[in-house]
């Protein structure tokens, strides 16, 4: 599966970062190293000095970073599949005190025609007093789904295609030290629901569980969050987690009445102290209550970032509840920060249907590489080669890493 989304992490110093400094010091030298990124390097390329020169950005309260990427890859649920990728990255107030907001936006369009083009964004307020997170998209997706449980197999595929319009909005208010509470309402719409495959191929879960031809899911939203992190694009080190619930209202437009909590913890370590290179920890768990549509049900992939399952296929397992847990070491390869490689493993399990048991792991693990965009905001390409059970593989392409 080919994703591409918001900015999450990176490969250096976050205090200097913070500070619109270019420099890190590296663990085996009290000298500090010039960083680079893809901007010097065309530059370089493009300038008559051949010198070893690179730029160097000041940050500045709204002055805004810019990132633009191409992207492509290949997977068994999309075939081919290309996108353009764009960022702002900027501060609304003074970066010593204020963190990196970013809006992201890209267009994808796949072999298998699927399209998905989303806006998202995380604004921060002078000194965090507001964080303001936007999650819109809209999507045209033919796929695959496997039924329920983690007895799903990929001969049972049926193939199904709809149209899935987006609109999550987030408000939340510091009230102590990266402590955050908010407010916000969540809609998703689904119509021209389809299922491609012959009757009599249907998969039986979907038969059982029941799909329908359209289905909406509305309500408001409740978090609670906590955010040490300096800057969400690139953390070096940091807390975060946020507990969100959201009741969904048949009073206010949904199918059914029925209610998720999204409970979403990352940490992450500078290891060894000092170098650029970071150990992190994710844990996601993504729970029911009530009968959700089938299409809204926890699944692979199907996360805010669409990254959750690394090695598997979008939405190769789903049911009413999802547990899930990935390590990541993201170490640098070039002490100038242009390059860097990662090693991940990962592991989830969904609940049986109807019983609601966990019963069994799928676990996943792979590489990957790191092409710094732009030194200033942190924005990597992400280029992951993930492995799971039974064949499963994929390329993974991300602005920004994974978490």
């Known amino acids: 599966m080919l994703t591409v989304n918001g900015l999450q992490a990176g490969n250096y110093v976050i205090a200097t970062q913070?500070?619109?400094?270019?420099?890190?010091?590296?663990?085996?030298?009290?000298?500090?190293?010039?960083?680079?990124?893809?901007?010097?390097?065309?530059?370089?390329?493009?300038?008559?000095?051949?010198?070893?020169s690179v730029r160097v950005p000041k940050i500045r309260s709204g002055k805004p970073i810019f990132s633009l990427v191409p992207a492509g890859g290949y997977t068994l649920s999309s075939g081919l599949t290309g996108s353009l990728n764009a960022n702002i990255a900027f501060y609304t107030s003074n970066p010593k005190t204020t963190n990196i907001s970013s809006i992201t936006t890209n267009f994808i369009y796949t072999e298998y025609k699927q399209m998905t083009i989303p806006v998202q964004a995380n604004i921060w307020t002078r000194h965090n007093n507001y964080n303001f997170v936007v999650d819109w998209r809209f999507f045209k997706?033919?796929?695959?789904?496997?039924?329920?449980?983690?007895?799903?197999?990929?001969?049972?595929a049926t193939g199904l295609k709809y149209k899935h319009l987006r609109l999550?909005?987030?408000?939340?208010?510091?009230?102590?030290?990266?402590?955050?509470?908010?407010?916000?309402?969540?809609?998703?719409?689904?119509?021209?629901?389809?299922?491609?495959?012959?009757?009599?191929k249907l998969n039986q879960d979907i038969k059982d569980y029941g799909l329908g031809h359209k289905s909406s899911s509305v309500g408001p939203l409740v978090t609670v969050a906590y955010?040490?992190?300096?800057?969400?694009?690139?953390?070096?080190?940091g807390f975060y987690s946020n507990v969100q619930f959201r009741p969904n209202m048949t009073a206010l437009g949904s199918t059914n009445n029925w209610q998720a909590v999204v409970i979403d913890v990352r940490r992450y370590f500078n290891f060894p102290q000092g170098s650029q290179n970071t150990l992190a920890f994710w844990n996601y768990n993504w729970l029911t209550i009530g009968k959700p549509p089938y299409l809204d049900l926890p699944a692979t992939g199907w996360d805010p970032t669409t990254n959750i399952g690394r090695g598997y296929i979008q939405g190769r397992f789903r049911s009413t509840n999802l547990l899930y847990f990935e390590s990541e070491y993201r170490f640098a390869l070039t002490?100038?920060?242009?390059?860097?490689?990662?090693?991940?493993?990962?592991?989830?399990?969904v609940s049986d249907w109807p019983s609601k048991s966990f019963r069994r792991i799928a676990p996943a693990g792979g590489l990957g590489i790191r092409i710094k965009v732009n030194k200033t905001s942190g924005a990597n390409i992400a280029i992951d080669y993930g492995f799971g059970m039974d064949g499963s593989r994929g390329l993974f392409v991300n602005l920004g890493e994974v978490f």
């Open 168 to 200: 999550h909005q987030t408000v939340l208010k510091k009230i102590g030290k990266s402590f955050f509470v908010g407010l916000g309402f969540a809609y998703d719409k689904r119509w021209q629901i389809m299922q491609t495959n012959k009757e009599e």
């Open 18 to 52: 913070a500070a619109g400094l270019d420099t890190v010091a590296t663990a085996d030298s009290a000298q500090k190293v010039v960083q680079k990124d893809l901007i010097d390097v065309l530059r370089k390329w493009k300038s008559k000095d051949k010198s070893d």
């Open 141 to 156: 997706y033919p796929q695959d789904t496997y039924g329920l449980g983690m007895d799903s197999k990929i001969s049972d």
């Open 227 to 237: 955010d040490s992190r300096t800057n969400s694009i690139n953390p070096l080190k």
């Open 335 to 349: 002490k100038n920060g242009l390059f860097g490689g990662v090693l991940f493993a990962n592991a989830q399990s």
